[in-house]
């Protein structure tokens, strides 16, 4: 199983600060890892996938990095309905598995 | 608007059984590859289990593997989830949700990417 160790725990930030995430994978996944945003009591939102991808509806400011072992989230200005935990997840190798998250305050 | 909705979580005793269930609309649901994936309180996100378009292919984490049963009636565009013989370990919030892409074509393979997902059930497993 591949696991996946995001860092920071926790950040906090300013509106209007450029935040980068970071997921680093147990072995080489090529691309194949994205990015979830959940807020306090709702369901977790897909943001990126293929590492650099934009899903449906996401605002430019969220861009995806990476490959291989080392991915990044970057946030190029954070904006106040950005707070939440931010997730990696990895579909190269079964079964998909999840990072524990990094916690970004604002 | 596409929307998944579950249902069927409670409480219940370690050894006993629930049901989920997961309404879909919005999408041609005969054309997605659905899966479950939990969250424990407090805790990370856990994928559960997955199932293809007609219902013939299944697969589930090792954890719930012999216990738990994915399926699905595209008539009434439901998924399932029945659960066997819960553990304290299985409490959590089961999420439905859809593959990321939908498609009606033979040999289309699921991306395994997450979206969108429901609000979620809560399931309780305590003495």
């Known amino acids: 199983e591949v696991v996946l160790t995001q860092s920071p725990a926790t950040l906090s930030l300013s509106p209007g600060d450029r935040v980068t995430l970071s997921c680093r994978a147990s072995q080489s996944i090529s691309s194949d890892l994205a990015w979830y945003q959940q807020k306090p009591g709702q369901a977790p939102r897909l943001l990126i996938y293929?590492?650099?991808n934009r899903a449906t509806g996401i605002p430019a400011r969220f861009s995806g990095g990476g490959s291989g072992t080392d991915f990044t989230l970057t946030i190029s200005s954070l904006e106040a309905e950005d707070f939440g935990i931010f997730y990696c997840?990895?579909?190269?190798?079964?079964?998909?598995?999840f990072g524990a998250g990094t916690r970004v305050e604002i | 608007e596409v929307q998944l909705v579950e249902s069927g979580g409670g409480s219940v005793q370690p050894g006993g059984s629930l049901r989920l269930s997961c309404a879909a609309s919005g999408f041609r649901f005969s054309d997605s590859w659905m899966h479950w994936v939990r969250q424990a309180p407090g805790k990370g996100l856990m994928w559960v289990s997955r199932i293809d378009r007609d219902g013939t292919a299944t697969t589930y984490a090792d954890s719930v593997k012999g216990r738990f049963t994915i399926s699905r009636d595209n008539a009434n565009n439901t998924l399932y989830l029945q659960m066997n013989s819960l553990r304290v370990e299985d409490t959590a919030v089961y999420y439905c949700?859809?593959?990321?892409?939908?498609?009606?074509?033979?040999?289309?393979?699921?991306?395994?990417?997450?979206?969108?997902w429901g609000q979620g059930t809560l399931v309780t497993v305590s003495s």
């Open positions: 293929d590492a650099s």
């Open positions: 949700t859809r593959d990321r892409l939908t498609s009606p074509f033979l040999g289309y393979l699921p991306e395994n990417w997450f979206d969108p």
């Open positions: 997840q990895q579909r190269s190798i079964w079964p998909p598995t």
